[in-house]
Each structure stands twice: as structure tokens, then as C-alpha cells.
């Protein structure tokens, strides 16, 4: 069974950074493509970052672009997403796929 851990998501102020981790099981990591997503209070689905399957180098959103990176640790089964400058517009739950299983979620709050 696929399993998906978020963790390292928070309250923090407008400029600042956090950065989210997904402990994953049950798949063979690399397999499959993997990312994160966002879900603002309100507003459906938004797509935020991606790993395909077999690569290492990631694609980020337009509206996180130069500001969010993701990053993955083989040895570790473990993805990342490491958010700077955050936003107000960036809060929201913060979720991690793989394929078509998606974790629990990550609370993400910026505000002052």
C-alpha cells in the first residue's frame, strides 16, 4: 500500500520560508511521477511542482516560479518542497503525489 507523509508545514510571515517534506512507502520511488499540489481555502486543486517518473530534475508552477523548489532524496524515499519568500496567496494545504495517491495534507498559513 502507497503511503505518503507530510510534514513541516506552519504559520509564518510574509518573506518567509518553510520547507515541507514527503516521507514515502509501499512504491518504488522514482517509478512514478511525484509532485506537490495546493488546495487555498475556497478554491479547488492547484498544481505546484513535479518529478516524472525516472528523472531528477523538477518543473514548478508559474505562480511559485523563483520562489519554490522541489527536490527529492533517493536514500530517503523523501521528497521536498522548499518555499521562500512565501505569500499570503500561498496558503494553503499543501499536499504530495505520487501517481495518482496523494498524502493527507500539510497546513501552510502566511500571514502577519
Known amino acids: 500500500e502507497v503511503q505518503l507523509v507530510e510534514s513541516g508545514g506552519g504559520l509564518v510571515q510574509p518573506g518567509g520560508s518553510l520547507r515541507l517534506s514527503c516521507s514515502v512507502s509501499?512504491?518504488?520511488?522514482?517509478?512514478?511521477?511525484m509532485g506537490w499540489v495546493r488546495q487555498a481555502p475556497g478554491k479547488g486543486l492547484e498544481w505546484v511542482s513535479r518529478?516524472?517518473?525516472?528523472?531528477?530534475?523538477?518543473t514548478v508552477a508559474d505562480s511559485v516560479k523563483g520562489r519554490f523548489t522541489m527536490s527529492k532524496e533517493d536514500a530517503k524515499n523523501t521528497m521536498y518542497l522548499q518555499m521562500n519568500n512565501l505569500k499570503p496567496e500561498d496558503t494553503a494545504v499543501y499536499y504530495c503525489?505520487?501517481?495518482?495517491?496523494r498524502g493527507q495534507g500539510t497546513q501552510v498559513t502566511v500571514s502577519s
Open positions: 503525489y505520487v501517481g495518482i495517491k
Open positions: 518529478i516524472p517518473s525516472g528523472g531528477s530534475s523538477s
Open positions: 509501499g512504491v518504488t520511488f522514482g517509478s512514478s511521477v
